[in-house]
């Protein structure tokens, strides 16, 4: 008996079976694979924006706990006042919108103390570029500059601590907020949401 691939007997009948299976998915099997890949991404891209969102302020806030410490540092090992101010432009501080630190700062040699750029030898340090993504980092009472003293201790805290809170814009993530608490002896604390002062 002869068979449709040509061949008779056994193996013409194996070869029908095996060509006969061989055939693709068919459109109902890619549409159900297609609409389980959506309900999964669906599901996992607000957990996957939280969590980079999270991951993003945690690294904004250590960016200010670093230039604290090296302020704080350079202080001590120049023997003369240190400051960090908030500056859009890299080389002096904002004399508007004193208080809205996430235009970004600089760390810079502050000779006379006064916590701002009004002198030829008050030369940055450091610069810190604006933060992204619409984030806002403000302190908790009026702060236009942060000085540390030759012996290391914060010289202008208007209140023993002052907390640094950094929210992200839309979409707001409460979750992802942290906050940066700095007390007049030097120390730097980063906080999560509900730590200390930190809402």
């Not at 609409?35 to 806030?61: C, D, F, H, K, N």
């Not at 996430?102 to 604006?130: C, H, K, M, Q, Y």
């Amino acid at each position: 008996m002869s068979h449709p691939n040509g061949l008779s007997g056994v193996r013409g009948r194996a070869g029908c079976i095996r060509s006969s299976r061989m055939g693709g998915i068919s459109l109902v099997e890619l549409l159900v694979t297609l609409a389980i890949v959506a309900v999964l991404a669906i599901i996992a891209t607000p957990s996957y924006v939280g969590l980079t969102q999270q991951v993003r302020l945690q690294a904004e806030a250590n960016s200010l706990v670093n230039d604290l410490q090296f302020a704080r540092s350079e202080a001590i090992k120049r023997g003369l006042p240190v400051s960090l101010c908030p500056s859009s432009n890299g080389t002096s501080c904002n004399t508007t919108n004193t208080s809205n630190w996430e235009a970004g700062w600089i760390v810079f040699n502050d000779v006379n103390g006064s916590g701002t750029t009004d002198s030829t030898s008050d030369v940055p340090l450091r610069v810190r570029a604006p933060l992204t993504n619409g984030d806002t980092f403000r302190p908790s009472t009026a702060m236009s500059a942060f000085t540390y003293g030759r012996d290391g201790f914060a010289m202008n805290l208007p209140t023993g601590t002052i907390t640094m809170t950094l929210h992200t814009a839309a979409p707001v993530n409460n979750n992802a907020t942290r906050c940066v608490a700095i007390n007049m002896v030097g120390r730097q604390v980063v906080q999560t949401r509900g730590m200390g002062s930190c809402s």
